[in-house]
């Protein structure tokens, strides 16, 4: 199957969840995943229709700015160096990947530059497991309050990468903590921050993330192939 059929695979199965579930299919936004994939699959995906693309290294995504030539949206979805922020300043719609208030400054510093606001995720380590990035789920708020004072820094919403699981069941609780973490959050009623985004699915679990409340699905896997 080429790109293009296993979008419109994605697509359909996005929906059909979406509606059982009671959600609007169009309020679930596709996050093609295309690290390690070479900028002619990002161009074939966009003439299927993908408009927004996620990368994971910052090296990587800087050679696709230059090798990409349609007008795709680039999301940073993976670890972010405070000194690599300089080279993706104004470039990026969304980072989902701000863990400490360290990058979020960096960012702000940047954007700030351009005169610029750059739209933030806070990631959050719901299972706390120690190879995973994130901010650990008691220091999410405390890190939303900072973020709110950085004026070229808005924050969104909130990403989880939960434990890589068999059985996409196994994730959903890590779902649902995530979207119970954001309504909480919500509820502070912070200036400036919007709790509107969550982050969260990918190849084997996107369908879970949607019935718990995912906004945003981030598939690479069943898009692209195999890395
Ligand atoms: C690679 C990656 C994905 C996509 O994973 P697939 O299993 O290929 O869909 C999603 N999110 C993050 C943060 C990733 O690093």
Redesign the pocket.
């Known amino acids: 199957m080429s790109i293009s059929d296993h979008l419109a695979q994605i697509h359909s199965r996005i929906r059909a969840t979406a509606e059982k579930a009671g959600r609007d299919p169009d309020a679930i936004r596709l996050v093609a ?1 295309s ?1 390690t994939r070479p900028a002619a699959d990002i161009s074939a995906a966009f003439h299927a229709g993908q408009t927004v693309f ?1 990368e ?1 290294y910052i090296q990587e995504l800087v050679q696709k700015l230059a090798d990409v030539p349609e007008a795709v949206q680039w999301h940073v ?2 670890h972010l160096q405070s000194n690599k922020v300089k080279y993706i300043a104004g470039r990026v719609a969304l980072i ?2 701000v863990d400490r208030i360290s990058l979020a400054r960096e960012i702000d510093r940047q954007w700030g530059q351009l005169g610029a606001v750059c739209d933030i995720l806070i990631q959050v380590n719901i299972s706390g497991e120690a190879s995973k990035s994130g901010t650990t789920e008691e220091g999410a708020l405390q890190l939303v309050r900072e973020c709110a004072l950085l004026p070229n820094v808005r924050v969104r919403g909130l990403m989880t ?1 939960p434990p890589i699981f068999d059985d996409p069941e196994a994730a959903r609780p890590y779902f649902a903590e995530l979207r119970r973490l954001a309504e909480t959050i919500a509820a502070e009623g912070i200036a400036g921050v919007e709790m509107t985004e969550l982050s969260m699915g ?3 679990d996107f369908e879970a993330a949607i019935q718990e409340g995912a906004t945003l699905v ?5 898009i692209f192939g195999e ?1």
């Open positions: 995943v690290k996620g994971n979805i993976g989902h990947s990468m990918m190849s084997g981030r598939v690479g896997t069943a890395r």
